[in-house]
Each structure stands twice: as structure tokens, then as C-alpha cells.
């Protein structure tokens, strides 16, 4: 890219999880960690939980076996620039995107991730659905201390890693502006989502989240989808032993998510994704950031 040249950005967000947007359809565009931590600087740049750069699956070699399925794949990074194998509110942002930009048609798509193809639905106005995969429940656990108070975590996987804690109060979660210390640290070698948990009402929940790589976040689509998972399971059977979905509202601070575990397994997420503004970066800030 030369100087002269002006990068596109967005800005969008799911649940007030938001992200800056970066079409690159060729993938031309050599983003480093610290180029995304500094374009998430909520001062010295734009500001965001993450990135969601937009490049054809067929230009990435981290997509291309995706690329007969899914056109497009979502690269998605942490706000601290770490890579993360899957990003819920991203996907609904990522797919309003498309729509946005004339990419794709209103209806049913397909999109790379770094988790494997995930299927949307995606209407010109209205909430997003997208079939998130299975949820993996792990036996393995780890306790986690907020306050000297300690509880056991369900230990699930979205394609990224969850710790979901069940407490009385979500102010029993702290300030949340440093990981929540758990332990054996050995069970999430690569870090891991630390969701805090309380009851509003029979299948609605509440959370808050420390996200991997990003910290407190208004909303983590994975970590709704990990926590509704969790409670369907200390509520009771299965839905693949009971034949029937399990249905959840899972509240986060920046608004409300719907899940549903199908009896074959399948996670489905429904929830807004807004575009809320575009522009260009400055050159020269760009340059200095990519350097
Ligand atoms: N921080 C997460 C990725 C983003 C998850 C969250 N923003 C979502 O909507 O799923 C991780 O490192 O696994």
C-alpha cells in the first residue's frame, strides 16, 4: 500500500462489543499485533475489542480450504492484537457488513473463521442468527478468586475457550480490569474467557466477561453462548437427551443475546449487529502504526 493511498475502516458493534472493521478483499494488508493494538487505542486510534479484517477466503491461507463453502473469512483479532480461533458478536457484525457493502444478498450465508465455517442469516434491518457450532464441555476445571471468594468454572469451548463462574451477584466478579486469577493456570495454556454468571429468571441469565485479549467487554457472543450452555446443563438433561431445545436469555451490559442448544447439538446465537460509522485512516497515522 502507498502512502498516498487512503485504507477504508468501519465501525460496528454487537451488544456494544464493538469492533473497527478493515476491508482487505485481496489481502494485501500486513496487520501486526501492535498495528491492531494500535488501531483499538480507545485514544491514540480508533478504538475497539477487536478487529474484524474482511479478505476473500481464497487470499488467505488460513481460509482457503473454506473457500467453496464461504467467500468470505473473517480475521478476526482481540483488541490487544492476539488472533482468536472465533469472535460471536464479530461474525453477526461481520456478516451486517457484507450486506452493507453490496457484498451479499439479505438471506442465508456462509463465513470462514478460524473455527471453520459458521452459517448466518442476515436481514436488511432486525436481529442476526448464526449457527455457532457445537459447545465442548470439558470435565477439566479450574477455581477462580474474585474478593477472597472462590468458585469452581465450567470448563467450554466455542472454538475459543470459556471459564463460565456461577455467583450470587455479578458484583462478586470485581472491576474485572485484570484477568480474574484461576487456578491450575495449566488448563488454559493459551489464555481463556472468564464469564461471571447470575440468575435472572427461569432460562435468563445475566453475565459479565473478561475477554482474552480484550478485558471487560459490554457483551462476548461466545461467552453467551458457552454461559447458556452451562446453565442448560446445571438446569438439567441435555436437549440431545431430552429431544428438546434448550432456549436462553443471556443479558450482557450492552443489551441482550437469545441462544438456543438444538437437541443434535447446534448452538444458535440471535442478536443485533449495527454499522455505526466509515472513513479512511490518515496515511501517515497508518503508516506509523503498520511500521
Ligand atoms: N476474546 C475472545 C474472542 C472474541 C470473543 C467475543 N468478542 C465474542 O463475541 O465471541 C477470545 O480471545 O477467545
Same mark, same amino acid.
Given at each position: 500500500?502507498?502512502?498516498? =493511498?487512503?485504507?477504508?475502516?468501519?465501525?460496528?458493534?454487537?451488544?456494544?462489543?464493538?469492533?473497527?472493521?478493515?476491508?482487505?478483499?485481496?489481502?494485501?494488508?500486513?496487520?501486526?499485533?501492535?498495528?491492531?493494538?494500535?488501531?483499538?487505542?480507545?485514544?491514540?486510534?480508533?478504538?475497539?475489542?477487536?478487529?474484524? +479484517?474482511?479478505?476473500?477466503?481464497?487470499?488467505?491461507?488460513?481460509? =482457503?480450504? =473454506?473457500?467453496?463453502?464461504?467467500?468470505?473469512?473473517?480475521?478476526?483479532?482481540?483488541?490487544?492484537?492476539?488472533?482468536?480461533?472465533?469472535?460471536?458478536? !464479530?461474525?453477526?457484525?461481520?456478516?451486517?457488513?457484507?450486506?452493507?457493502?453490496?457484498?451479499?444478498?439479505?438471506?442465508?450465508?456462509?463465513?470462514?473463521?478460524?473455527?471453520?465455517?459458521?452459517?448466518?442469516?442476515?436481514?436488511?434491518?432486525?436481529?442476526?442468527?448464526?449457527?455457532?457450532?457445537?459447545?465442548?464441555?470439558?470435565?477439566? %476445571?479450574?477455581?477462580?478468586?474474585?474478593?477472597?471468594?472462590?468458585?469452581?468454572?465450567?470448563?467450554?469451548?466455542? !472454538?475459543?475457550?470459556?471459564?463460565?463462574?456461577?455467583?450470587?451477584?455479578?458484583?462478586?466478579?470485581?472491576?474485572?480490569? *485484570?484477568?480474574?486469577?484461576? %487456578?491450575?493456570?495449566?488448563?488454559?495454556?493459551?489464555?481463556?474467557?472468564?464469564?461471571?454468571?447470575?440468575?435472572?429468571?427461569?432460562?435468563?441469565?445475566?453475565?459479565?466477561?473478561?475477554? +482474552?485479549? %480484550?478485558?471487560?467487554?459490554? %457483551?462476548?457472543?461466545?461467552?453467551?453462548?458457552?454461559?447458556?450452555?452451562?446453565?442448560? +446443563?446445571?438446569?438439567?438433561?441435555?436437549?440431545?437427551?431430552?429431544?428438546?431445545?434448550?432456549?436462553?436469555?443471556?443479558?450482557?451490559?450492552?443489551?441482550?443475546?437469545?441462544?438456543?442448544?438444538?437437541?443434535?447439538?447446534?448452538?444458535?446465537?440471535?442478536?443485533?449487529?449495527?454499522?455505526? *460509522?466509515?472513513?479512511?485512516?490518515?496515511?501517515?497515522?497508518?503508516?506509523?502504526?503498520?511500521?
Amino acid at each position: 500500500m502507498t502512502s498516498t =493511498q487512503r485504507l477504508a475502516y468501519l465501525k460496528g458493534h454487537g451488544t456494544e462489543n464493538d469492533f473497527v472493521i478493515v476491508p482487505d478483499p485481496d489481502g494485501r494488508l500486513d496487520l501486526p499485533r501492535a498495528a491492531v493494538a494500535r488501531i483499538c487505542d480507545r485514544r491514540a486510534g480508533l478504538g475497539g475489542d477487536g478487529v474484524l +479484517r474482511v479478505v476473500r477466503s481464497a487470499a488467505h491461507p488460513e481460509a =482457503q480450504d =473454506q473457500a467453496d463453502e464461504a467467500e468470505w473469512f473473517m480475521d478476526y483479532r482481540n483488541g490487544d492484537g492476539s488472533i482468536a480461533e472465533m469472535c460471536g458478536n !464479530g461474525v453477526r457484525v461481520f456478516a451486517r457488513y457484507l450486506l452493507h457493502a453490496g457484498l451479499v444478498e439479505a438471506g442465508d450465508l456462509a463465513i470462514a473463521t478460524r473455527a471453520g465455517v459458521r452459517r448466518v442469516h442476515v436481514a436488511k434491518t432486525g436481529d442476526v442468527t448464526v449457527s455457532m457450532g457445537r459447545a465442548e464441555l470439558f470435565e477439566e %476445571s479450574v477455581v477462580v478468586t474474585v474478593g477472597g471468594r472462590s468458585w469452581p468454572a465450567r470448563n467450554v469451548s466455542m !472454538g475459543n475457550p470459556h471459564a463460565v463462574v456461577f455467583v450470587e451477584d455479578l458484583a462478586h466478579a470485581g472491576d474485572l480490569l *485484570a484477568v480474574p486469577p484461576f %487456578s491450575p493456570a495449566s488448563v488454559y495454556p493459551d489464555g481463556v474467557n472468564i464469564e461471571f454468571v447470575a440468575d435472572r429468571g427461569p432460562h435468563h441469565v445475566a453475565m459479565r466477561v473478561h475477554e +482474552r485479549g %480484550s478485558g471487560e467487554t459490554r %457483551s462476548c457472543g461466545t461467552g453467551a453462548c458457552a454461559v447458556a450452555v452451562a446453565t442448560a +446443563r446445571r438446569d438439567g438433561p441435555a436437549p440431545a437427551e431430552t429431544g428438546t431445545p434448550a432456549i436462553y436469555t443471556v443479558d450482557v451490559l450492552g443489551g441482550s443475546l437469545s441462544i438456543t442448544e438444538l437437541p443434535d447439538g447446534t448452538v444458535e446465537m440471535t442478536g443485533p449487529a449495527e454499522i455505526v *460509522a466509515e472513513g479512511t485512516f490518515e496515511p501517515a497515522w497508518l503508516t506509523a502504526a503498520l511500521a
